[in-house]
């Protein structure tokens, strides 16, 4: 099949296969099963039938328009896991037949400083999302991992470590990297005390990694039901953020907080568990504003930042770390068909602790 591209030289045509996909048509629509085209693999591209994608957050918030810039049709998914079926001719890190992850990006400028240290997520002319980005090759919106395929540049597809299952490690490409690359930047590792905030996906990772550097790790939450499950993920203590004498218990006392919250709460209350110099990192990304007050942060020194995601090479290092420590995400396998579903229940924090996507339902 052929799809045109208009570009700065006309309008050219481009190989493409149709593929089925589940997206969403508008903000207050649900899921469903649609068509969207693939491009023909280029000479760096691979193709990878997906086996297992990870239901991220990030793709509800998209999917309903919470961050505002949603183009539709929106195919979700950037926590992929698959088959290689096909290489373009200078493909050499992979064959047909290995297994290949595709996590956040898949594409940016590769030129800028940023791109060139490594940092691609934070490219100057900004990184091409895995869904919901301009896609360079087609001319549309890129379309994620809810899909039969995806076509993918080599440079941004990742190795999956042989000893890991495959659908537990499908949320690694997204909660995994989100939380290993601030865990690093910011130092966690022994004698360092450090707060999770939010066990969903992103930070019951968190939990596992910040626990296999070596720190002390405890978590904050508002679901009772985490309270001992936490323990069994590696917290050293768990607070039930809701009850008052609980948070008394580390404030003054944490080096470092990663708050995984995807919703509106009071970030005050966490910042008071900062002792001087402490640092909270703000990975979680709910729709509207955190208020802050100047006295959170200034009479202890305390910082307070963000980050996102990771780029291509510290993913591979994320992967490795975790074949070598052996550590997965705790996942609820589902069918594609229950995804509305599995989305509402993101939204009381029902899932213990990443839904994956079989996408062999999707040929049912
Ligand atoms: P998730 O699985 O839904 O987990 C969010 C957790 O936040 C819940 O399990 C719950 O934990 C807590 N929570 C939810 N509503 C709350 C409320 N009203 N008050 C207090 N706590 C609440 O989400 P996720 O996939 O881990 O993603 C978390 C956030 O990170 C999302 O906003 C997502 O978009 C964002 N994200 C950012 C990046 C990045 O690059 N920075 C990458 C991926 C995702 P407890 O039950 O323990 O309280
Ligand atoms: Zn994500
Ligand atoms: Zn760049």
Same mark, same amino acid.
């Given at each position: 099949?052929?799809?045109?591209?208009? *570009?700065?030289?006309?309008?050219?045509?481009?190989? &493409?296969?149709?593929?089925?996909?589940?997206?969403?048509?508008?903000?207050?629509?649900?899921?469903?099963?649609?068509?969207?085209?693939?491009?023909?693999?280029?000479?760096?591209?691979?193709?990878?039938?997906?086996?297992?994608?990870?239901?991220?957050?990030?793709?509800?918030?998209?999917?309903?328009?919470?961050?505002?810039? *949603?183009?539709?049709?929106?195919?979700?998914?950037?926590?992929?896991?698959?088959?290689?079926v096909s290489v373009?001719?200078?493909?050499?890190?992979?064959?047909?037949?290995?297994?290949?992850?595709?996590?956040?990006?898949?594409?940016?400028?590769?030129?800028?400083?940023?791109?060139?240290?490594?940092?691609?997520?934070?490219?100057?002319?900004?990184?091409t999302a895995t869904?919901?980005?301009?896609?360079?090759?087609?001319? &549309?919106?890129?379309?994620?991992?809810?899909?039969?395929?995806?076509?993918?540049?080599?440079?941004?597809?990742?190795?999956?470590?042989?000893?890991?299952?495959?659908?537990?490690?499908?949320?690694?490409?997204?909660?995994?990297?989100?939380?290993?690359?601030?865990?690093?930047?910011?130092?966690?590792?022994?004698?360092?005390?450090?707060?999770?905030?939010?066990?969903?996906?992103?930070?019951?990772?968190?939990?596992?990694?910040?626990?296999?550097?070596?720190?002390?790790?405890?978590?904050?939450? *508002?679901?009772?039901?985490?309270?001992?499950?936490?323990?069994?993920?590696?917290?050293?203590?768990?607070?039930?953020?809701?009850?008052?004498?609980?948070?008394?218990?580390?404030?003054?006392?944490?080096?470092?907080?990663?708050?995984?919250?995807?919703?509106?709460?009071?970030?005050?209350?966490? +910042?008071?568990?900062?002792?001087?110099?402490?640092?909270?990192?703000?990975?979680?990304?709910?729709?509207?504003? +955190?208020?802050?007050?100047?006295?959170?942060?200034?009479?202890?020194?305390? *910082?307070?930042?963000?980050?996102?995601?990771?780029?291509?090479?510290?993913?591979?290092?994320?992967?490795?770390?975790?074949?070598?420590?052996?550590?997965?995400?705790?996942?609820?396998?589902?069918?594609?068909?229950?995804?509305?579903?599995?989305?509402?229940?993101?939204?009381?924090?029902?899932?213990?602790?990443?839904?994956?996507?079989?996408?062999?339902?999707?040929?049912?």
């Open positions: 099949m052929e799809t045109l591209k208009t *570009t700065a030289e006309g309008v050219i045509s481009v190989k &493409t296969k149709e593929v089925r996909a589940f997206g969403t048509a508008a903000a207050d629509k649900s899921l469903q099963q649609i068509k969207i085209n693939r491009r023909i693999p280029t000479p760096h591209d691979v193709e990878i039938e997906i086996l297992y994608c990870g239901v991220c957050h990030s793709d509800l918030h998209t999917a309903r328009n919470e961050w505002h810039g *949603t183009v539709y049709p929106c195919v979700p998914g950037h926590e992929i896991v698959g088959k290689v373009g001719k200078h493909v050499s890190k992979f064959k047909v037949g290995d297994h290949a992850a595709v996590g956040c990006m898949v594409d940016s400028c590769r030129e800028c400083q940023y791109c060139r240290e490594d940092l691609e997520q934070y490219c100057e002319e900004g990184n869904y919901n980005s301009p896609d360079k090759h087609l001319g &549309t919106q890129t379309y994620g991992g809810y899909s039969e395929s995806v076509v993918v540049d080599e440079a941004y597809v990742l190795r999956v470590p042989e000893n890991l299952d495959l659908a537990a490690t499908a949320p690694l490409l997204c909660a995994g990297i989100t939380t290993y690359s601030p865990l690093k930047h910011w130092n966690v590792g022994p004698g360092k005390k450090v707060g999770i905030i939010g066990i969903g996906g992103l930070g019951h990772m968190a939990v596992k990694l910040a626990k296999a550097m070596g720190a002390e790790v405890i978590v904050f939450t *508002t679901s009772a039901s985490k309270v001992e499950d936490a323990k069994r993920l590696g917290a050293d203590d768990v607070v039930l953020s809701k009850d008052r004498d609980q948070m008394q218990r580390y404030a003054g006392k944490l080096h470092f907080i990663l708050d995984a919250v995807s919703a509106q709460h009071d970030v005050n209350a966490y +910042l008071r568990q900062l002792r001087v110099d402490g640092v909270m990192v703000l990975v979680g990304a709910p729709e509207h504003p +955190l208020p802050i007050a100047a006295f959170s942060l200034i009479p202890q020194r305390k *910082t307070f930042a963000g980050s996102m995601i990771g780029g291509i090479a510290e993913t591979q290092e994320m992967l490795d770390f975790c074949g070598k420590h052996n550590i997965v995400s705790d996942i609820e396998l589902i069918n594609i068909q229950k995804i509305n579903e599995a989305y509402e229940r993101l939204l009381k924090s029902d899932v213990k602790y990443r839904f994956v996507i079989d996408m062999a339902s999707l040929k049912k």
